[in-house]
């Protein structure tokens, strides 16, 4: 007989799916917040109370009767409380199948009696680690006994109620009330549930943290890996109206759209959190005050400028049409100035690290208009993963922080890049980054002059840039196209000449891209006989 057969067998009787009595109670909290009234709602049922060190402490100062676990199992918490709760008499209490006469018989011979509740949070280890502690304090923050015991108490829902999170206590009270003292079936099996989730993140969480003690663009992945979500909030739907959707934190605390404060406007959906993301990141890569507005996760327009103002300014004339009902982020503090021209456009939301008050007034009178600040700006340089999933499988890299150096950059071809065409290439290549691949950004002055994106062919990607900046520039009732006297930058090589000849045609002097195509000696030979500058920078950007 198999190990889990013989189990099988000792369990005499079908496990109850019945209403519990409540008759003891353990209760070991970090966050002590608003557990007194379910206490005392247990003490006056006559449940006897549990506890250990400060939660006991404060539960008898509040003239509560309690015991101190250490008095109820005989044996002292000690090693600085590392060892209180890991005893029989806890785990006994918690895991004993209270139908089994064999469990019955182990309880009456040491003295173990059933605990009916578990009230527990684990150590704030995640906190710990956001407060930029040493490495031996977050360490002491690993929580132990604690997840040990959520487990058992989880384990065995048939007979134990655990509750882990104070948000649940009302409904606890809620069904004690209801059921005369008792919990009922659906109550634990679905704190069961969270409990489980709460400890795989918490866990979670403590693996990520070993991880990347010594993380580096080198590191090997683990061989296995978990992800940590905390649900901030469920959407209306997700891409598409028949799709669920929910936002979930991972507890890094990244500056941007996921832990921005939305002072105004409607509820974010799933695309706006999508598109906001997108926007902020790209204005991350700036130090001078840029704006980019974004539509369908890809720049309508990009820009630096001496202001946010002029920033926004020339970011709009890339795109004016596409920019309708877009994203505008902005990594500098949003002015009043800037807010007036930027309420002129129907958008769908304004992010930015802080908005003067002023600015915040103007936007007000849009009342949809979702606004929001993060405080701060991310660092485009973090080492951090992305992950996709695919048919059963999660396909895990980490996020592109690929920086140009400008001493890596060759020239290849006969004329080299002015100091104001190595600027404008330099911007290109930071937004085409952020464009989906395959991408061909024209810039003039630190500004997009026109986005091709997404396309299967460079080719039409290049020819939709070229047709974008033709467009902007009619809109804005210029005689020539943007891309006239501008740069390009490709995400990656060019395998044929002719996406680079088709932005020759559109009025491109200078062209950077990666390099590394078997034909590079042709690519290079048509830059040449069109009098264009190139750079091979050695580094791709596909994003797909």
């Known amino acids: 007989m198999t190990t889990s057969a013989a189990k099988q067998d000792s369990m005499t009787s079908p496990a109850p799916q019945k209403n519990i009595k409540i008759k003891r109670v353990l209760v070991s909290l970090s966050d002590k917040q608003d557990v007194l009234p379910l206490l005392k709602a247990l003490d006056n049922k006559n449940v006897e109370i549990l506890s250990t060190g400060g939660t006991a402490k404060m539960i008898a100062e509040a003239g509560i009767p309690v015991t101190d676990v ?20 806890i785990h006994g209490g918690l895991l004993a199948v209270r139908d ?5 018989n182990a309880m009456d011979a040491h003295d173990i009696g059933d605990i009916d509740m578990l009230i527990v949070n684990l150590y704030p280890f995640s906190e710990t680690v956001a407060s ?17 015991m959520i487990r058992s108490a989880a384990k065995n829902h048939n007979y134990v109620t655990v509750v882990t ?8 009270l809620s069904d004690l009330e209801a059921h005369d003292g008792h919990i009922s079936y659906s109550t634990r099996k679905a704190l069961a549930a969270k409990a489980f989730s709460h400890t795989a993140h918490y866990d979670a969480n403590i693996a990520n943290w070993f991880t990347q003690q010594d993380q580096n663009e080198d590191s090997s992945f683990p061989s296995k890996i978990s992800f940590a979500g905390t649900l901030k909030q469920t959407l209306r739907y997700g891409e598409n109206p028949h799709q669920k959707a929910a936002l979930y934190l991972d507890g890094t605390n990244r500056p941007g759209v996921a832990t921005a404060t939305q002072i105004q406007g409607k509820e974010l959906s799933y695309n706006n959190l999508n598109d906001t993301d997108a926007a902020f990141e790209i204005v991350s890569e700036f130090k001078d005050p840029a704006v980019a507005i974004i539509k369908h996760a890809n720049p309508a327009g990009a820009a630096i400028g001496g202001t946010i103002l002029e920033a926004y300014t020339k970011a709009l004339r890339c795109d004016p049409l596409s920019a309708f009902g877009g994203i505008i982020a902005m990594n500098k503090p949003l002015d009043a100035e800037a807010a007036e021209e930027m309420a002129k456009l129907f958008c769908e939301v304004i992010i930015a690290p802080s908005i003067e008050n002023d600015a915040l007034s103007i936007l007000s009178k849009k009342e949809k208009l979702r606004v929001l600040t993060t405080g701060s700006m991310p660092n485009p340089a973090d080492i951090r993963l992305n992950v996709k999933t695919l048919s059963g499988s999660l396909l895990v890299q980490t996020a592109d922080s690929g920086r140009l150096a400008e001493d890596g950059l060759k020239i290849v071809t006969d004329r080299e890049p002015t100091p104001e065409e190595l600027r404008d290439m330099i911007f290109a290549f930071k937004i085409a980054k952020h464009v989906k691949s395959n991408a061909m950004v024209y810039a003039k002055d630190q500004a997009t002059a026109g986005v091709g994106a997404g396309q299967m062919s460079r ?11 033709q467009e902007a520039a009619e809109k804005a009732g210029l005689e020539h196209s943007l891309a006239k006297g501008s740069v390009v930058a490709s995400d990656a090589f060019f395998p044929f000449p002719d996406g ?14 990666p390099g590394g195509s078997i034909r590079d000696d042709e690519i290079i030979e048509a830059a040449n006989e069109r009098g264009l500058a190139m750079i091979f920078t050695g580094m791709r950007h596909f994003r797909h």
């Open 100 to 104: 089994n006469p064999s469990h019955k």
């Open 459 to 469: 080719l039409d990607s290049s020819r939709i840039a070229a047709r974008k900046a």
């Open 165 to 172: 999170d104070p948000a649940d206590y009302e409904s606890i």
């Open 500 to 513: 680079l000849i088709a932005a020759a045609d559109a009025g491109v002097t200078a062209v950077i891209q």
């Open 70 to 89: 250490s008095d109820y199992t005989g044996f002292p918490e000690m090693m600085d409380g590392r060892v209180k709760t890991l005893h029989p008499k």
């Open 132 to 148: 930029g502690a040493n490495e031996q304090d977050c360490v002491e923050n690993i929580d132990i006994g604690g997840p040990a």
